[in-house]
């Protein structure tokens, strides 16, 4: 099945950073989501994007889907902003429709 | 619009014991998941449904889980004779049939095996 790495492992940032992390994927994608877990376990839906760009807010999102990784953009970070960040692709497998997660960023964001 | 709701958010149970978790997911979604996260790690699939036909189900789903899905709407996940293995977040998510299969989580259902 497909293979997920993200990275970096973990980050910490000032309050006001830039950070851009990673997520390279084995196989072409159906569906590649990016996710952000709250302290409670609630995984947040950020971005859906198997290819192409988006933007929301401070956040934003562009997937290569010929080279395979996406990546993750957070502007101006607030400490609100900390928690874990996943990365999940559904590969192109024939009627294989469950998301295989990466191990995740923890991303820790000092005031 | 109501999210993924799941019940209980808690459970604490001793070993041996079976538990048993419902997920309800979001009311047009045709798809539901269920994965398991353990501590440190990303969530792992478990098993799929489609209306009620359960499609797929990973090498994680023991002999000891069953997952059901009558009528096609809510879910549940039974683990029998629980093991201090199984001590889990127990998560539910759905999806559209639709060109966009993007799923939405509910809030898990921490599972505490002694």
């Known amino acids: 099945g497909i293979q997920v790495e993200q990275s970096p492992p973990d980050l910490i940032l000032q309050e006001g950073a830039n950070s851009t992390l990673r997520c390279n994927f084995s196989d072409s994608v159906n569906n590649l989501q990016w996710f952000h877990q709250n302290p409670w376990g609630q995984l947040i839906n950020l971005f859906y994007?198997?290819?192409g760009t988006k933007q929301n807010g401070r956040l934003s999102a562009t997937t290569v889907a010929t080279e395979r990784y996406s990546l993750l953009y957070i502007s101006s970070s607030q400490t609100t902003d900390s928690g874990v960040y996943f990365c999940a692709a559904e590969g192109m497998d024939t009627g294989r429709r469950a998301l295989t997660f990466g191990s995740g960023t923890r991303l820790q964001v000092q005031p | 619009d109501t999210g993924v709701s799941q019940n209980p958010r808690h459970k604490i149970t001793k070993r041996g014991q079976n538990v048993t978790f419902r997920c309800d997911p979001i009311s047009e979604h045709n798809r539901l998941y269920w994965y398991r996260q353990t501590l440190g790690q990303g969530p792992e699939f478990l098993t799929y449904?489609?209306?009620?036909?359960?499609?797929?189900k990973s090498r994680l789903l023991s002999d000891r889980f069953s997952a059901e899905r009558p009528k096609g709407s809510f879910s549940t996940l039974e683990i029998q004779r629980t093991e201090q293995g199984d001590s889990a977040m127990y998560l539910c998510a759905s999806s559209y049939r639709g060109l966009s299969n993007e799923q939405f989580f509910g809030p898990g259902t921490r599972l505490t095996v002694l």
């Open positions: 449904f489609q209306n009620e036909a359960q499609l797929e």
């Open positions: 994007i198997p290819s």
